[in-house]
């Protein structure tokens, strides 16, 4: 980064330079938008965000509609894959059914 010598500037100079430091960093931040994949959801999480019952995740779990992932005893769903999974739903369905 350059030197700069606050004494010999104008005020309004310092604020360029502020503000094209400002542009340059937000730019990289938006330009990688952050991502979600590692969210885990417990089943309770997972059945009220695809607004089905528990029963029906079992289901779909046993039939590969959604990916459950086991640690220990417990059963999670990757937010990511359950939110795949729901536009390959919706998308078989044709969008038809209540929507939550």
Known sequence: MNKLILTTLQLA????????????????????????QNILLTRKETAKLLCISLPTLNDWTKTGIVKA?????????????????LNEVRTLKTGRGASC
């Open 13 to 36: 100079d310092i604020r360029q330079v502020v503000e094209e430091v400002l542009e340059t960093k937000l730019s990289k931040l938006s330009s990688h938008p952050p991502q979600s």
């Open 69 to 85: 992932h086991r640690i220990g005893n417990r059963v999670l769903y990757k937010e990511q894959e359950v939110l795949e999974a």
